[in-house]
């Protein structure tokens, strides 16, 4: 575990606390873990979500295009 004495705005100390009444935490650490994971489920891993999930399997099922080679790739890409 990391220890660390941080500044924050009167502001973001008030969300702090309403987390941590909201979900029955001990202290502001335990809040700041629950903000960090929403964080992370939100934010950073976007590409998990249900929907995104759905979505790459519509494409999975999709029939892709035939070329012979690259120029005729080309071709079609460029007429497209």
Not at 54 to 74: A, D
Request: glycine letters at 2%; aromatic letters at 4%; zero cysteines.
């Amino acid at each position: 575990m990391v220890q660390a004495i941080i500044d924050i705005k009167d502001s973001t100390n008030r969300v702090i606390n309403i987390v941590k009444a909201q979900f029955g935490l001990k202290d502001k650490s335990e809040a700041i873990d629950v903000l960090a994971a929403q964080y992370e489920r939100q934010i950073l891993e976007p590409q998990l979500r249900p929907e995104y999930v759905s979505t790459l399997k519509k494409i999975k099922t999709q029939k892709g295009i035939k070329f012979r080679n690259i120029e005729e790739l080309r071709k079609m890409i460029e007429h497209a």
